[in-house]
């Protein structure tokens, strides 16, 4: 079992910024961030290999965010820049074994933390 916390979200205007953290109790092979906006289905924004520091992100989110991670903490962080009203959401982190941006092969899933980006 894999615990995971997020922190970080809220509420910022257009064009601001938040970092987002997950911390885990354990890092398995692949941590990810994944949004879900209300009426919408959950979407994969980023991931990050815990061996080599692999990134990936989703094309909407390219040059905006950033994904990094803190092994000694067991953190892995999303750095938002550049916020739009379509990013808001509930963020949540996850971890699996497979490095994609789909929901399905991540096992262990944090609470989330939402984040509001007004216009």
């Known amino acids: 079992q894999v615990h995971l916390v997020e922190s970080g979200g809220g509420s910022v205007q257009a064009g601001g910024s938040l970092r987002l953290s997950c911390v885990a109790s354990?890092?398995?092979?692949?941590v990810a961030w994944f949004r879900q906006g209300e009426g919408k289905e959950r979407e994969g924004v980023a991931g990050?290999?815990?061996?080599?520091?692999?990134?990936f992100y989703t094309d909407s989110v390219k040059g905006r965010f950033t994904i990094s991670q803190d092994s000694s903490k067991k953190t892995v962080y999303l750095q938002m820049n550049s916020l739009k009203p379509e990013d808001s959401g509930m963020y949540f982190c996850?971890?699996?074994?497979?490095?994609?941006?789909?929901?399905?092969?991540?096992?262990?899933w944090g609470q989330g933390t939402q984040v509001t980006v007004s216009s």
């Open positions: 996850a971890t699996g074994i497979v490095c994609v941006l789909r929901a399905a092969p991540y096992k262990f």
């Open positions: 354990e890092f398995p092979y692949c």
């Open positions: 990050i290999s815990s061996g080599r520091g692999n990134t």
